[in-house]
């Protein structure tokens, strides 16, 4: 059975970023991520030119990563252009993220995939880390379906998480997953980094199952709502600086496009 999904995530050299968002263009896709990053849909062509040098530069900056929407009335989904897919914790070389693939085949399609350890890795960190509130009960049962089908990958993975510098966040997500879900995992047990972990407290009060379940309702709350379970969970899953760093910047380029838009207007006035 699929799981569902909203976009296709591909990951490409950063050298060949500029390649890939051609092939985009010709297929009918578009820039997107402006209305996600700016919350209000530029109007005048100055607007949306402006919006773009916004948005492109956050994506650039904090997501190593562009967002393009599909041609409109069509089957395709919108593509997230990856050149590095977790910046903000896994602080290793793009070389060292291409040793870790694998060839695979998707239809009639060769393409490259990560390796069952790297796989691990980058679930458990993107189930973590994204601010993506909606997503994540189903972010952590997608950690809790690949750890156990991918059970006799253990010690590469546990190598890997070491050489990468992560084997304390990894273990916290286990863990996470084992009391969020109720089931028993394969690496849960795993000895544990020395490094210090997060409150167990906190830990228990942001995998709570009625946290994670109420968590696609927090989005439509007021802002003042939605900032206590957000710390909460930020503080939980070791994210707190690089949340806040990111929901800084975005409060930054929507004041700009606003003060951009506001002097256009009194300019035309």
Not at 107 to 135: D, E, R, W
Request: net charge positive.
């Amino acid at each position: 059975r699929l799981r569902r999904f909203a976009d296709v995530d591909v990951v490409v050299r950063q050298a060949d970023v500029a390649g890939a968002e051609a092939v985009l263009v010709e297929l009918g896709y578009r820039p997107g991520g402006v209305e996600e990053i700016l919350a209000v849909p530029p109007k005048l062509p100055a607007e949306r030119q402006y919006a773009h040098a916004l948005t492109r530069r956050f994506q650039t900056r904090w997501l190593a990563a562009y967002s393009w929407y599909p041609p409109s009335g069509g089957a395709l989904l919108p593509v997230d252009l990856h050149w590095h897919v977790a910046p903000a914790r896994l602080h290793v070389p793009e070389a060292a993220l291409w040793a870790e693939t694998t060839a695979t085949r998707l239809g009639a399609t060769q393409l490259l995939t990560f390796t069952p350890a790297a796989t691990l890795i980058h679930l458990a960190v993107h189930a973590t880390t994204a601010l993506y509130s909606g997503f994540r009960l189903m972010h952590l049962c997608d950690v809790g379906w690949a750890a156990r089908l991918l059970a006799e990958h253990e010690a590469p993975m546990w190598r890997l998480a070491d050489a990468w510098r992560v084997r304390p966040h990894v273990t916290l997500v286990f863990d996470t997953v084992e009391r969020a879900l109720g089931i028993e995992l394969p690496f849960a047990n795993a000895p544990h980094a020395t490094r210090r972990l997060p409150p167990q407290r906190i830990v228990d009060a942001a995998t709570a199952p009625a946290f994670l379940i109420e968590a696609p309702s927090h989005k439509k709350r007021p802002l003042r709502q939605r900032l206590g379970p957000e710390l909460i969970w930020s503080v939980a899953m070791g994210s707190l600086r690089r949340n806040l760093i990111i929901i800084g910047a975005v409060a930054w380029a929507r004041a700009r496009f606003r003060w951009f838009r506001w002097r256009r207007t009194r300019a035309a006035a």
